[in-house]
């Protein structure tokens, strides 16, 4: 396996180009990030991302894959770690998308430990594979949801948001139960934001577990998950 140096240096390059000091305080100091920001906004990340990926394939699943952990490896600012983040989800390599690539998720939201990296991996990547492959899958967010890492317990709980008629209501609700009661604000959120949004989908489900567990559940989570259903009753 090989990582594509030609695309990271072009991904470092066209970042470096299209830097803008004014913007990259602010931006580090939003994500409370460790590395700097070159000050590239999302909209412009995308286009720099488009067209670095298309002018640089990768052949090989084992070579996309090395490309993707040097390029979050090697990364001086945070907008190349992002850059990672977008080659996974790129369609030249949809291909790739099997079972065997969640330890690569794993992996990048235990380094990353931070909502922008966690909340696009778990519904974008590990989300559609759960539905593709849930007798593979649903062990493994399983055993996220019950682990110590609460960025993997965020991972669980939030993985299958869009998923609309296709949740697994039970795998859901059983990510979420082990978290009731935890501590994190960052789980804490989570939970609420799932719940919010499946009542969207299917209000009685929430009804049920939040009648059933709310005594247990922080009043952030339990806003967030009847917010929703308040409001439609309104």
């Given amino acids: ?7 990271i240096a072009a991904v470092r390059e ?7 000091p004014s913007d990259a305080g602010p931006m580090q100091q939003h994500a409370r990030s460790d590395l700097p920001f070159h000050g590239v906004r999302a909209s ?4 720099v991302f488009a067209d670095v990926f298309t002018a640089h394939p990768i052949h090989g699943a084992g070579n996309w894959e090395d490309t993707v952990r040097t390029l979050w490896r090697v990364a001086s600012h945070r907008e190349e770690r992002y850059a990672a983040v977008e080659l996974t989800g790129h369609p ?16 990048l939201v235990v380094a990353g430990a ?14 559609p594979l759960l ?10 967010v399983g055993s996220w949801s019950l682990g110590t890492d609460p960025w993997l317990r965020r991972a669980a709980i939030l993985c299958q948001l869009g998923s609309r008629e296709q949740t697994d209501t039970d795998l859901l609700f059983a990510s979420i139960e082990p978290s009731i009661g935890h501590p994190d604000l960052f789980v804490r959120k989570a939970i609420g934001r799932a719940l919010r949004e499946h009542a969207k989908t299917d209000p009685g489900s929430v009804l049920k577990f939040t009648a059933e567990h709310g005594d ?10 009847l917010k929703h259903l308040e409001s439609a009753q309104a």
């Fill in 131 to 140: 539905r593709a492959h849930p007798l593979e899958l649903r062990p493994l």
């Fill in 92 to 107: 030249l390599y949809s291909g790739h998308q099997t079972p065997a690539v969640v330890d690569l998720y794993e992996d």
């Fill in 216 to 225: 247990r559940m922080s009043g952030l989570s339990l806003r967030e998950a």
């Fill in 1 to 7: 396996m090989t990582a594509h140096l030609g695309l």
């Fill in 114 to 127: 931070w909502w922008d990296y966690v909340d696009v991996i778990a519904p974008r990547r590990v989300g």
């Fill in 14 to 20: 066209r970042l470096r180009s299209a830097a803008d």
């Fill in 44 to 47: 412009s990340r995308r286009s």
